[in-house]
T-cell receptor, first 113, second 118 residues
Framework: AQSVSQHNHHVILSEAASLELGCNYSYGGTVNLFWYVQYPGQHLQLLLKYFSGDPLVKGIKGFEAEFIKSKFSFNLRKPSVQWSDTAEYFCAVNARGGFKTIFGAGTRLFVKA | EAQVTQNPRYLITVTGKKLTVTCSQNMNHEYMSWYRQDPGLGLRQIYYSMNVEVTDKGDVPEGYKVSRKEKRNFPLILESPSPNQTSLYFC?????????????????FGPGTRLTVL
């Protein structure tokens, strides 16, 4: 069965610190990969996605993620976080040829001003 | 404005009293889905629909029903709610990517429905 693992459930950083959130999935076939963010009191929204091509994808608000196929990973990064990045971040996987989507448990990020 | 709407936003009910949470999207998306969000478990898919009259189970379908009679609407029905269905529910919609052998593109989420079953 497919699964998505997010390594850190809670992360606390100071402003300007660098961020890396881990995401690993278990599925042997081709996948579409997503990172979604849920800001306090707001809808879940897309940060970035990867379907094919350059494994380094850039998203909104300075976020990027790298797909490493050999490691089944899709880690999210940001060089310098801001207080406004405080939110919950979800990694999600959709296997090609199917319409199911599996989400990770989420990582709550708190950025201290 | 492109959006997914859900109603009600908050609901407190009692065990066994049938309820329906509505979901509607105005983006002409083929794909719609329901999730529940619980602390420490992330979002878990309940049911999804690839198109009108086509639905399938997600990972946690027990105790829920859905129907897709129109493209824009995808209601979630709890025939006999129980306290373990207390949760935050999200509806989402997306384009279907048939050229990829079937898969979903970016999902657009509704604002959520917070359900408490006493």
């Amino acid at each position: 069965a497919q699964s998505v693992s997010q390594h850190n459930h809670h992360v606390i950083l100071s402003e300007a610190a660098s961020l890396e959130l881990g995401c690993n999935y278990s599925y042997g076939g081709t996948v579409n990969l997503f990172w979604y963010v849920q800001y306090p009191g707001q809808h879940l929204q897309l940060l970035l996605k990867y379907f094919s091509g350059d494994p380094l994808v850039k998203g909104i608000k300075g976020f990027e993620a790298e797909f490493i196929k050999s490691k089944f990973s899709f880690n999210l990064r940001k060089p310098s976080v801001q207080w406004s990045d405080t939110a919950e971040y979800f990694c999600a996987v959709n296997a090609r040829g199917g319409f199911k989507t599996i989400f990770g448990a989420g990582t709550r990020l708190f950025v201290k001003a | 404005e492109a959006q997914v709407t859900q109603n009600p936003r908050y609901l407190i009910t009692v065990t066994g009293k049938k309820l329906t949470v509505t979901c509607s999207q105005n983006m002409n998306h083929e794909y719609m889905s329901w999730y529940r969000q619980d602390p420490g478990l992330g979002l878990r898919q309940i049911y999804y629909s690839m198109n009108v009259e086509v639905t399938d189970k997600g990972d946690v379908p027990e105790g829920y029903k859905v129907s897709r009679k129109e493209k824009r609407n995808f209601p979630l029905i709890l025939e006999s709610p129980s306290p373990n269905q207390t949760s935050l529910y999200f509806c989402a919609s997306s384009l279907s990517l048939r050229e990829m052998g079937g898969s979903t593109d970016t999902q657009y989420f509704g604002p959520g429905t917070r359900l408490t079953v006493l």
